[in-house]
DNA sequence: CGCGTCCTTGAGAGTTGTCAACTCCAGTGG
DNA sequence: CCACTGGAGTTGACAACTCTCAAGGACGCG
């Protein structure tokens, strides 16, 4: 089961046999415990300490930080074999929520870093991947900084694409509401922007959590960087 | 030197001594070349292959993004002690330019790899290094989402405030062209934000390049989050 | 079938962007 | 010494994109 969801998580696939990684990523089970939660269930709150990291096993999670008047902003969407809840704070300046049913993986941070004192292997893994993450975020402020609506709509609809491995039929397992908090945008916004998309012909919405790729070079024009 | 920019540099403050760290650090700077660059120099250029990491000795970096149709994003400002070009991707997707003169060093990522693979106690530092990048991402994605023109501003002036150690004068080296491109506003939004600023009372502009802090509270209240 | 939640669509408002003129200042050369 | 020049910054008027507010539709669930 593990093998098979790290498989799946790589944005940049590496063999896990050929990096030597397997024993330690065993190693990394043996100190992690499986949870699960119900749709918009809290997984950490915002100023819990940061003692444990997370893995998704299966869903989605969101992870949202809030402004005291309410406004809200999604910092990342977490997916099947994604870690989260890795930044270097001692308290949550966050809290992850479950975006539907989830299945996840928590482990103690000092386990973690023990772990990592002992196997260069692992501990190369856990920076790559504080790397790769470093590399999203600059993207991401990329978009919310200078992309206008539809760029990001499009954005995102490639993006999940390419993170879930679909070429036409895409799932969006959030609501309206979470995609326009990730995008720094409004559900109306959001709404329209879709709808505008779906008239152009680039996209079809057979059901509200599921995007067709019709068009896929004009999305592609339209996020602006593909 | 060396120890001195490093013990400069933390947001996190960790005594250098206490983790065993310093001849790590001696290590890392063996393997390190010492670049001078004038102001607005390239550093390294989009589309690069990323085989080096580099660290700023003295002045001041920005890594930047660009549009084919020019607009631009600054994924970030480097000051006397960080990292920048650490991103885990192959070749580069962002430009560095030298803000003003600067001085930094360049480490081959390679070596340091190797470094870290035999040294635990550098792994680790590179990475909480990792870690603390990606805190400061988020906040950032949050300031772009989600805050208006005022509290990007504030937050912003603050940030710069932190982040060199100044009470009142903060010295802003870059052009009000660069932290327009670094919140996501235009020049003249920013510029027409700092001077309502000053007319409130909460900043003075002794300088073109210098911020005076007269009223810290209200500029932490604008800001949204302090 | 009714209710609630989520989504869509419309009309109008507001913040921020665009375009343009003006100021300020440093550097240069008459 | 002063005029000229160019770049950076400021300020104003207007436009536009996105937000706000509001109503109406779709869908699931009791």
Same mark, same amino acid.
């Given at each position: 089961?593990?093998?098979?969801?790290?498989?799946?998580?790589?944005?940049?696939?590496?063999?896990?046999?050929?990096?030597?990684?397997?024993?330690?990523?065993?190693?990394?089970?043996?100190?992690?415990?499986?949870?699960?939660?119900?749709?918009?269930?809290?997984?950490?709150?915002?100023?819990?300490?940061?003692?444990?990291?997370? *893995? /998704?096993?299966?869903?989605?999670?969101?992870?949202? *930080?809030?402004?005291?008047?309410?406004?809200?902003?999604?910092?990342?969407?977490?997916?099947?074999?994604?870690?989260?809840?890795?930044?270097?704070?001692?308290?949550?300046?966050?809290?992850?929520?479950?975006?539907?049913?989830?299945? /996840?993986? *928590?482990?103690p941070r000092k386990a973690i870093? +023990?772990l990592a004192e002992t196997n260069?292997?692992?501990?190369?893994?856990?920076?790559?991947?504080?790397?790769?993450?470093?590399?999203?975020?600059?993207? #991401?402020?990329?978009?919310?900084?200078?992309?206008t609506a539809p760029e990001r709509?499009?954005?995102?609809?490639?993006?999940?694409?390419?993170?879930?491995? #679909?070429?036409?039929? /895409?799932?969006?397992?959030?609501?309206?509401?979470?995609?326009?908090?990730?995008?720094?945008?409004?559900?109306?916004?959001?709404?329209?922007?879709?709808?505008?998309?779906?008239?152009?012909?680039?996209?079809?919405?057979?059901?509200?959590?599921?995007?067709?790729?019709?068009? +896929?070079?004009?999305?592609?024009?339209?996020?602006?960087?593909?």
């Amino acid at each position: 089961m593990f093998v098979a969801t790290a498989a799946s998580a790589p944005s940049r696939p590496t063999s896990i046999a050929a990096t030597g990684l397997l024993d330690e990523l065993v190693a990394l089970e043996r100190i992690g415990t499986r949870h699960t939660f119900q749709r918009n269930a809290e997984i950490f709150a915002d100023g819990d300490a940061a003692t444990d990291w997370f *893995r /998704v096993v299966a869903g989605t999670v969101r992870t949202c *930080r809030l402004l005291p008047d309410g406004r809200r902003h999604i910092a990342g969407f977490h997916y099947a074999g994604d870690f989260f809840g890795i930044e270097g704070l001692p308290s949550r300046v966050s809290s992850a929520e479950a975006v539907g049913d989830v299945v /996840v993986m *928590r482990y103690p941070r000092k386990a973690i870093e +023990r772990l990592a004192e002992t196997n260069p292997a692992l501990a190369r893994r856990l920076r790559e991947m504080a790397f790769e993450g470093l590399a999203d975020a600059q993207e #991401r402020m990329f978009l919310l900084g200078r992309k206008t609506a539809p760029e990001r709509v499009a954005s995102f609809i490639l993006e999940v694409a390419q993170r879930c491995n #679909r070429q036409r039929k /895409v799932e969006l397992p959030m609501s309206r509401y979470d995609i326009a908090d990730y995008l720094g945008l409004t559900i109306e916004t959001v709404s329209r922007t879709l709808s505008a998309m779906k008239k152009a012909g680039a996209i079809a919405l057979p059901t509200i959590h599921l995007v067709e790729l019709i068009d +896929r070079g004009s999305l592609e024009l339209a996020a602006g960087t593909a």
